[in-house]
Nanobody, 122 residues
Framework: VQLQASGGGLVQAGGSLRLSCAAS????????MGWFRQAPGEERDIVAA???????YHADSVKGRFTISRDNAKNTVYLQMNSLKPEDTAVYYC?????????????????WGQGTQVTVSS
């Protein structure tokens, strides 16, 4: 399984970015997909996740601002980030696993993409 994340960058507070994660090497539609982020000196935390049957999870800190979605025809998962805040600054990682995301809070997903930096200036 290979995951290729893109779309990070520098944006002012209140702005928007859309992250993309292109997946290959597995049956995309049967995997749960998600995004984590890690700020300097912090742990890597789950931001949003999407199950193979359409169920979604968004962390409280991003609920109402970020939206995760997937396009099975393109083998791609997206994270639309609106109303960005300086505290959203982090490296964002795409993740995938055949296990549903409910288990990711205690056992990390198996597959990871490279990170993409998101920096939000005040």
């Amino acid at each position: 399984v290979q995951l290729q994340a893109s779309g990070g960058g520098l944006v002012q507070a209140g702005g928007s970015l859309r992250l993309s994660c292109a997946a290959s090497g597995h049956t995309f539609s049967t995997y749960a997909m998600g995004w984590f982020r890690q700020a300097p000196g912090e742990e890597r935390d789950i931001v949003a996740a999407l199950s193979w049957d359409g169920g979604t999870y968004h962390a409280d800190s991003v609920k109402g601002r970020f939206t995760i979605s997937r396009d099975n025809a393109k083998n791609t998962v997206y994270l639309q980030m609106n109303s960005l805040k300086p505290e959203d600054t982090a490296v964002y990682y795409c993740a995938a696993d055949q296990r549903n995301y409910g288990s990711w809070f205690t056992s990390r997903p198996r597959y990871w993409g490279q990170g993409t930096q998101v920096t939000v200036s005040s």
